[in-house]
């Protein structure tokens, strides 16, 4: 059965002049009730980062249904959004749950009722551990954490010890490799840490795990190679500690929106299937991947990254929307082929490239024009620099006071950005449906 979280709140909460962007009609409003007016994206402010409900739609359909095709099971990162009502729309789709980052986003998405979450981090602090020592009371939640050392396992029985949880935590093997991120560096060294946690009295081993995106940044035949040496090295101990494991669920899981292909293919050929049998005892083995960022792809990064992308080399395969747009308004002409628009490292994501420019129109509301021969080559906290390689076109094709549409580059920085983003019902229509609220 579909979770589902609560999310009344999120209707009830007055906007305010807080919130950046929207119209100044809005404040004073809940966000249902502002909803209502049926509101049109022309009413609001720039800069603006928007969202498209077509485009998010498809994608997390479109995601979900080849991931179950092939046995596998989606817990979507949920720090790339810190949107419960988004995650609301992964999870109605299929996802398993949600994964998080810290204790701090699984407290908050606790106050949103979520009982499924992986934790793809280790938990050392003694007051986080004492909270989920808490919340383990629950016995709908189903709660998975990491290690990848003896010394997390310490530090998680020092405290589980004094506090005494109602059932013991469960914990997956984190698998690193030389010049990744975190995890163990070998399997030896992986399968002490498995050892250890599995004759913990406050801990269960629930599996292996860990992330291949810090391995490689691009699909060069060197880095696809690096990442399916790492994640065969990840099944090879996932069968190693088979010996570990109780009769429960165990997970086998890597993530990441870059390389999902290179996951399945190596999880079908360790028994990832539709129609893989439970494990000897009656649990089952989960091979769970963590895409987070698939939701809302981009015009950058995952562009150049994904196997989903339209420009993928993958003929007729399955395709991703960008589902995210800024947009900023010309503010000035300072010289000639510049215009600088009034949105900048504050509002737009630059850690993996600079916005695109796409389109341009008079203003919100009218009809938008591909905006081409421009880019955008530097941003300050509150304005993008927009170039032209002809002088003379920039007061012409975008004036003072017109709008341009920008694609934008990875979605993990963007969200955190904005308290709340308009979502409309496609590009085209330009319909406000929705307001997403973060939590970061």
């Known amino acids: 059965m579909t979770e589902r979280l609560r999310l009344d709140e999120l209707d009830t ?88 980052a810290t204790m701090g986003q699984v407290r908050t998405a606790r106050t949103f009722g979520l009982d499924s979450i992986m934790l793809a981090n280790s938990v050392v602090d003694p007051g986080s551990l004492t909270y989920l020592a808490g919340e383990l009371a629950d016995p709908a939640l189903r709660f998975v954490c990491w290690a990848d050392s003896t010394g997390t396992v310490t530090a998680m029985e020092e405290t589980l010890r004094s506090v005494a949880p109602p059932r013991p935590v469960d914990v997956c093997v984190e698998l690193g490799m030389p010049g990744g991120r975190t995890g163990a560096r070998s399997l030896a060294e992986a399968t002490t840490i498995a050892e250890r946690i599995a004759s913990s009295p406050v801990l269960r081993l629930a599996g292996v795990a860990g992330y291949e995106g810090s391995l490689a940044h691009d699909r060069s035949a ?37 390389y999902f292909d290179l996951v399945a293919d190596v999880y079908a050929d360790a028994g990832a299937s539709p129609d893989a049998p439970p494990r000897p005892g009656g649990g089952r083995t989960l091979f769970t991947l963590r895409s987070g960022a698939y939701l809302i792809h981009d015009d950058g990064f995952y562009r150049g990254i994904s196997p989903f992308d339209e420009a993928a080399p993958a003929a007729g395969g399955p395709r991703l929307r960008p589902a995210m747009r800024g947009i900023a308004r010309v503010v000035s002409h300072p010289e000639p082929g510049l215009a600088l628009l009034d949105g900048g490292k504050r509002d737009f994501p630059y850690d993996e490239g600079l916005p695109v420019p796409r389109e341009v129109a008079a203003d919100l509301g009218e009809a938008w024009s591909p905006l ?69």
């Open 13 to 100: 909460e007055a906007l305010t002049g807080r919130d950046k962007g929207i119209p100044s009609r809005a404040v004073g409003m809940t966000p249902a009730e502002f909803l209502a007016t049926e509101p049109e994206l022309s009413e609001f402010w720039t800069p603006l980062v928007v969202l498209d409900d077509e485009a998010m739609r498809h994608n997390a359909t479109t995601m979900i249904q080849w991931m179950l095709a092939r046995g596998l099971h989606l817990m979507p990162h949920g720090k790339t959004t810190m949107a419960p009502a988004l995650w609301q729309r992964q999870l109605d789709v299929g996802s398993l749950g949600i994964t998080l």
């Open 372 to 440: 081409t021969d421009a880019s955008v080559t530097a941003l300050n906290d509150q304005h993008a620099f927009l170039r032209w390689a002809d002088p003379d076109a920039s007061p012409t094709v975008a004036p003072i006071g017109s709008v341009v549409a920008l694609g934008l580059s990875h979605p993990c920085t963007a969200f955190d950005k904005w308290r709340m983003l308009p979502v409309v019902d496609s590009w085209e229509s330009g319909r406000v449906v929705e307001l997403a609220r973060t939590y970061f």
């Open 222 to 258: 060197a880095g696809l190679g690096v990442v399916r040496e790492y994640l065969t090295r990840q099944v090879e101990l996932h069968e190693g500690i088979q010996r570990l494991y109780d009769d429960g669920d165990v997970y086998v899981t890597a993530g990441g929106s870059a």
